[in-house]
């Protein structure tokens, strides 16, 4: 029987069409701002989320997984996002006002690079970012 993290991915995997590094990142990005926000999935209609991200893949393929970790999507327009030339996601809950900022770290950031440059972006790589803990990947600040 899978796990709850591995379903998350399978679902994830129908919606986007592959599993990416990028997918994942967006995944546990999500999954992180609800654990520092203290909400769980039912409360998570109240989360909006703000994306700052390069908008062509395999950086943008983020996005798609922040969708499916905190139902911010596009549609229901809890999800807004803009070109950057790097990733950071805040995150604000409606009724209370809580705002998390998610960035990725500067060492995960130059991983990422230099796996890019070595085109070892693949599903098995992004297997292995699913099990990192989420300090090593992302800074993440409580305002």
Same mark, same amino acid.
């Not at 994942?24 to 209609?45: F, P, Q, W």
């Not at 062509?56 to 911010?72: A, E, N, R």
């Not at 950031?109 to 085109?119: A, F, M, R, V």
């Given at each position: 029987?899978?796990?709850?993290?591995?379903?998350?991915?399978?679902?994830?995997?129908?919606?986007?069409?592959?599993?990416?590094?990028?997918?994942?990142?967006?995944?546990?990005?999500?999954?992180?701002?609800?654990?520092?926000?203290? /909400?769980?999935?039912?409360?998570?209609?109240?989360?909006?989320?703000?994306? $700052?991200?390069?908008?062509?893949?395999?950086?943008?393929? =983020?996005?798609?997984?922040?969708?499916?970790? @905190?139902?911010?999507? /596009?549609?229901?327009?809890?999800?807004?996002?803009?070109?950057?030339?790097? /990733?950071?996601? @805040?995150?604000?809950?409606?009724?209370?006002?809580?705002?998390?900022?998610?960035? =990725? @770290?500067?060492?995960?950031?130059?991983?990422?690079?230099?796996?890019?440059?070595?085109?070892? =972006?693949?599903?098995?790589?992004?297997?292995?970012?699913?099990?990192?803990?989420?300090?090593? /990947?992302? $800074?993440?600040?409580?305002?």
């Amino acid at each position: 029987m899978p796990t709850e993290q591995q379903a998350l991915i399978e679902f994830a995997r129908q919606l986007h069409g592959h599993v990416g590094p990028y997918l994942i990142i967006g995944l546990k990005m999500g999954a992180a701002a609800k654990k520092a926000l203290n /909400i769980s999935d039912s409360e998570s209609t109240h989360l909006r989320a703000e994306v $700052s991200v390069p908008l062509f893949p395999p950086f943008s393929c =983020l996005l798609d997984g922040i969708q499916v970790s @905190t139902t911010c999507t /596009i549609g229901n327009q809890r999800l807004q996002f803009n070109n950057a030339k790097t /990733i950071q996601a @805040t995150f604000v809950m409606e009724e209370s006002g809580k705002v998390v900022k998610i960035s =990725l @770290t500067k060492p995960f950031s130059k991983i990422l690079d230099e796996q890019k440059k070595q085109d070892k =972006l693949t599903e098995a790589y992004s297997w292995e970012l699913a099990d990192l803990p989420e300090n090593q /990947i992302f $800074s993440i600040a409580l305002e």
